[in-house]
Every structure is written in structure tokens, then in C-alpha cells.
Nanobody
Framework: QVQLVESGGGSVQAGGSLRLSCAAS????????VGWFRQALGKEREFVAS????????YYADFVKGRFTISRDNAKNTVYLQMNNLNPEDTAVYYC????????????????WGQGTQVTVSS
């Protein structure tokens, strides 16, 4: 099983940028899709973006299209989420998780969840 650890969160002002990292360990020799999800206080965890093993297919939630970019470097076993033009509604704990197969927007399809990294955007 792949285990994931997120990093890169922090506090920024609206319009700012952050880059999150998701480092994998464990069963990294197998092919796996990585998804980013987020959970705001009092809300359900929601899909943000995903990237397939080769990086050739990426998917985004509508509310981040054009602002966030997901990418991966398999040599480093790391997936990135570049977040630009952040707004206060992006404030949440961001999680990454793995899936042995194609992309999915459903959190129950993923495993190996990290502990999350907090992103706070002030207006």
C-alpha cells in the first residue's frame, strides 16, 4: 500500500499562491492515481484534482479550474498541487490519497490518506 504525506500549506492573502506537495512511500513501484481533496471546517471532504500515473490525464473540480494545477514527478514519488489566485473559500485542510486505477472524484475510492496540510487564505 502507498502511504502519503502532505506538506506546503500555510497562510496567504487572497490572490496569493501556494504549492502543496504529496510525498509517497511504501508500494510506490505500482502504478497509482493520486487525488487531492480538501475539507473546510464543518463541511464534507471534497474532490479537488487528480492525476494518473503517467501524468497524461488530470481532472479538476470546477471551482479550481484555471487556478490550480496538479502534476507529478514519479522519480521523486511526489505529486504537486500548484494553487494560484487563492481566495478565502479555498481555506481548508488539504489531503492527498492514492488509487490503484484510474481517476475518481469519490473519496471512498482512495486509500493511504495523509494527515493533511492546512491552507488559510485571508481577505
Amino acid at each position: 500500500q502507498v502511504q502519503l504525506v502532505e506538506s506546503g500549506g500555510g497562510s496567504v492573502q487572497a490572490g496569493g499562491s501556494l504549492r502543496l506537495s504529496c510525498a509517497a512511500s511504501g508500494r510506490t513501484s505500482t502504478t497509482y492515481t493520486v487525488g487531492w481533496f480538501r475539507q473546510a471546517l464543518g463541511k464534507e471532504r471534497e474532490f479537488v484534482a487528480s492525476v494518473t500515473w503517467t501524468g497524461s490525464r488530470t481532472y479538476y473540480a470546477d471551482f479550481v479550474k484555471g487556478r490550480f494545477t496538479i502534476s507529478r514527478d514519479n522519480a521523486k514519488n511526489t505529486v504537486y498541487l500548484q494553487m494560484n489566485n487563492l481566495n478565502p473559500e479555498d481555506t481548508a485542510v488539504y489531503y492527498c490519497a492514492a488509487r490503484y486505477g484510474g481517476s475518481s472524484i469519490f473519496r471512498h475510492d482512495y486509500e493511504g490518506w495523509g494527515q493533511g496540510t492546512q491552507v488559510t487564505v485571508s481577505s
